[in-house]
């Protein structure tokens, strides 16, 4: 399973900015997709995910309001909408694949991308 990010780069505060990832390759088990994020210094955190069976989504308390998920589960593909960016929003995010239930842990997803860059400038 290859996973690829898309979009990231640099904004300004107040800005929004989407990004996307495709999954190849998937098996039949398939669960659903995230996104975390990892600023310098600090630890890997979850920002949302989608569940394929029943759309459910899920968001972290700072990505609720500002953030929106969306997904394409004939595509493998998931967009992330993010809005209201400050420069703490500055981090690597990165895009996450699970043949497992989909979680806000880390250690659900089994597929990992290499990542995009995403700066709020201030």
């Known amino acids: 399973v290859q996973l690829v990010e898309s979009g990231g780069g640099l904004v300004q505060a107040g800005d929004s900015l989407s990004v996307s990832c495709v999954a190849s390759?998937?098996?039949?088990?398939?669960?659903?997709m995230g996104w975390f994020r990892q600023a310098p210094g600090k630890k890997r955190e979850f920002v949302s995910a989608i569940r394929w069976t029943d759309s459910g989504v899920f968001y972290s308390n700072f990505a609720e309001g500002r953030f929106t998920i969306s997904g394409d589960n004939v595509r493998n593909t998931v967009y992330l909408q993010m809005s209201d960016l400050n420069p703490a929003d500055t981090a690597v995010y990165y895009c996450?694949?699970?043949?497992?239930?989909?979680?806000?842990?880390?250690?659900?997803?089994?597929?990992w991308g290499q990542g995009t860059q995403v700066t709020v400038s201030s």
């Open positions: 996450a694949g699970t043949d497992r239930e989909v979680a806000i842990s880390a250690l659900a997803y089994n597929y």
């Open positions: 390759g998937v098996t039949p088990d398939f669960a659903g």
